[in-house]
């Protein structure tokens, strides 16, 4: 059965330090899509970054990279530069199938990042 | 600039009480999800609207029903609720058949269940 699995329930970072957030997922789907959402203590849902199970390439936004290692099925949400701002509860979430005309996602129990100055 | 809205932010209902959570989009979104989320549970699905009028259940049902009468308005019903209905209540929406579409979420309605 599909599933993800996030192993940290909480971690702590330096302001300026990068962090890894951890994420490895199970499907017997060919084709899937990998999410990362932020929710800040407001409560939103906030997306961050996509990766596709055929993407050769890891995905980048900005600060945000996804460290995808296929064979491992992981993948790993890199943050670079760490802000306080960055401080927040981060979802990984999964979809399967090709394009997926329902888009359901199917969600880990999240890793609360605190960002110390 | 997208947008989801909930009705309520939060909200207080008593055991027994038929519970209304509404969902609005912008968007012309073709899918729509509602999601409860608990500490060290994570988001999960309990239904999820693909057109309007057509729904397909989630992973946790059970106690719940929802109703699409137009695209842009996604309710979830709470029958009679329970307290083990006690929850932050999230709801999200998408457009359909590409892969890397996003869901947009709403800001969420805490439900408490006395």
């Known amino acids: 059965a599909q599933k993800i699995t996030q192993t940290q329930p909480g971690m702590f970072v330096q302001e300026k330090e990068a962090v890894t957030l951890d994420c490895t997922y199970d499907t017997s789907d060919p084709s899937y899509g990998l999410f990362w959402y932020k929710q800040p203590s407001s409560g939103e849902m906030i997306f961050l970054i996509y990766q596709g199970s055929y993407d050769q390439q890891n995905a980048t936004e900005g600060r945000y990279s996804l460290n995808f290692q296929k064979a491992r099925k992981s993948a790993n949400l890199v943050i670079s530069a760490s802000q306080l701002g960055d401080s927040a509860m981060y979802f990984c979430a999964m979809r399967e199938g090709q394009y997926g005309a329902t888009n359901k996602l199917i969600f880990g129990t999240g890793t609360l990042l605190a960002v110390q100055p | 600039d997208v947008k989801v809205t909930q009705s309520s932010r939060y909200l207080v209902k008593r055991t027994g009480e038929k519970v209304f959570l509404e969902c609005v989009q912008d968007m012309d979104h073709e899918n729509m999800f509602w999601y409860r989320q608990d500490p060290g549970l994570g988001l999960r699905l309990i239904y999820f609207?693909?057109?309007?009028?057509?729904?397909e259940k989630g992973d946790i049902p059970e106690g719940y029903s929802v109703s699409r009468e137009k695209k842009e308005r996604f309710s979830l019903i709470l029958e009679s609720a329970s307290t083990n209905q006690t929850s932050m209540y999230l709801c999200?929406?998408?457009?359909?058949?590409?892969?890397?579409?996003?869901?947009?979420f709403g800001p969420g309605t805490r439900l408490t269940v006395t």
């Open positions: 999200a929406s998408s457009l359909s058949g590409g892969d890397a579409y996003e869901q947009y």
């Open positions: 609207s693909y057109d309007v009028k057509m729904k």
